[in-house]
Structures are given as C-alpha cells and as structure tokens.
C-alpha cells in the first residue's frame, strides 16, 4: 500500500515539473494564436457589419457563398499568385547566383556577407518610404540613373501596369538575403568528397552542381522556399505604404483586401472569411512544399 503511494506521487512529480515549465509557454500560445482563430472562424459565418454591431447573427455560409461570386476576390488571389510566383523566382535564382559566388569567394567573405545582408535589417517601413522617393516619376533616383542607358521614365508605382513590376522589385531587394543566406548555409554543409569523386570520373561543373550538390541541397532550400511563400502570401506593410493597393485596384492583394473588407468597408464577418480562405491557402501552399521537398518535420 505504501510502495503503491510513493510511485503514485514519484509519477506525479515526474509529470507536474515538466508541466509546469511548459504551462506558461502553451497558455501565451493560446491567448495569442488559438482564441484569435477561433474567433475569426465563428465571425467568418455571421453577418457583422461595425455600425450595426447589435444586428449580429450566424448567416451560415453567406459570407462564402459572396465570397466566390465577387470578382475584386479572384482579382486579388490573381494578383497574390503573380506576387508570389515572381518573387520567389526572381529571390531563388539572385539567391543562387550570389551564393555560388560567395562559396567560392576566398578574400573578404565576412565583410561581402554582411553588406549582402544589410537590407533584412532596414524596417519594411522605411524600406517602403525608401522606394516611393527612388520611384518618383520626376525626382527619382532610378529614372534618373536609366536615362543614361537611354531608358525611361517610367512611371513606375503611379502606373497600373508598372505598380505590380515595381512592388516585385522591391520585395526581391530586400528578401532574397534571406534565400541567399539558407543556400550558402547550405552549400557549407555539403561533403566536398562526393563533388571531387564526381569531377574525377569526369563530370563538369554544372553536372557536379545539378546531380551532387542540388539534391543535397533540397531539403535545406525547401525550407527556406517554405518561408518564403509563407511571408509571401502574408506581405501587407510595404503595399500597403508604397500605395495602398493602388493606382486602383492594381496592387491590391488578398492580404490588402481583407484589410479593405475589415476596416474600411466595415464587413467583420465578410472579412473574417476571407482571412480564413487566406488562411487556408498558405496552409495548403505550405503542406504541399513541404511533401513535394520530402522535407522530414519532427
């Protein structure tokens, strides 16, 4: 009986200090993310409009039934898929090219990484602001540097047809450190034994970097590529400072427009679903990298 008791509270203890540590963790991990979910799937299926908040009430599907039969929605997932699509092309190859090119660099590695690094740093803020005063039509910096070329001006994020151009741009600047960054990690890691048996049966630099180095690189890319269109799909802060998804609708993304539905149209509820499909998007985007990279998780 008394053996029985000390295991009871020798098992007690063993599992209320692990507990007690991991309490505090998973309560602020409840208060921030999970509660805030929740509360966005319940408003998603009601009709709350701010002004007549006292009219709220479940509306079943109505919200997702508006959702899909409202073009300015399909607009904007069009214009999110081109967004992420080029940047994450054009961040990938720049990331790729400049980390090859620092992997072989043998003078002054430390002092090249850091100034390649430099934009991750500079708020988005101040990186928006930045690029408005470079793209002024007039008195920007980049139109004035083409002319020399024989280019320009171009109107740049005051045109319909350049704002999309121009905001990739922008992105490309600032992020794709981040890639470089994870592929010349990578890249250290690889077992230069494998690279030298393949040239010394024969293979050429591009067939050592396609058939050794790429695959082996697969599962640490992947991940990067993971976060990337993750950020991606979320990119609000810049767009929405640089012309707030402007001129028009031209730059209006899925994020900016549930920014729109929520705090200048007032639609909660409306809103609310459209998080939730946003929500659902970067989930699958996410899902299928990860199978399609064969990226071991846990």
């Known amino acids: 009986m008394h053996s029985n008791l000390a295991n009871l509270r020798t098992k007690a203890r063993d599992w209320l200090l692990p507990a007690s540590f991991l309490a505090p963790a998973l309560l602020v991990l409840i208060v921030i993310n999970v509660i805030p979910l929740f509360y966005t799937i319940t408003t ?8 007549k908040s006292f009219e709220r009430g479940f509306n079943g599907l109505d919200n997702y039934v508006e959702l899909i039969v409202d073009r300015r929605f399909w607009a904007a997932a069009g214009r999110t898929f081109i967004f992420v699509t080029a940047s994450l092309i054009v961040e990938l ?3 790729f090219v400049i980390a090859l090119m620092l992997f072989r660099q043998r003078w002054a590695v430390g002092a090249l990484r850091g100034l390649i690094l430099l934009p991750i740093i500079v708020t988005p803020i101040a990186v928006a602001f930045v690029w408005r005063l470079l793209f002024s039509p007039s008195l920007g910096l980049l139109n004035y540097l083409l002319a020399f070329v ?3 001006p171009f109107e740049w994020i005051y045109s319909p047809n350049q704002a999309l151009i121009s905001l ?6 600032q992020h794709t450190p981040e890639l470089m960054l994870i592929i010349y990690t990578g890249l250290l890691t690889l077992p230069e034994e494998l690279s030298d ?13 396609k058939n050794i180095k790429l695959p082996l690189l697969k599962p640490i890319l992947m991940v990067g590529i993971v976060f990337r269109v993750i950020a991606l799909l979320k990119t609000f802060d810049v767009f929405y400072i640089v012309g707030r998804g402007g001129p028009g609708t031209s730059t209006e993304t899925l994020a900016l427009y549930v920014y729109a539905s929520g705090f200048s149209f007032l639609r909660m509820g409306y809103a ?4 939730m499909v946003l929500f659902l998007i970067v989930l699958a985007s996410t899902i299928l990298i990860v199978r399609w990279g064969d990226v071991k998780i846990g």
């Open 197 to 209: 048996a393949a040239r010394i049966d024969g293979a050429n630099p591009w067939q050592v970097f």
């Open 168 to 173: 990739i741009i922008v992105e490309a600047w």
């Open 272 to 275: 609310s679903a459209l998080a």
């Open 150 to 152: 024989g280019l320009g």
């Open 93 to 95: 190859v720049l990331g």
């Open 44 to 51: 998603s299926f009601q009709n709350y409009y701010l002004p």
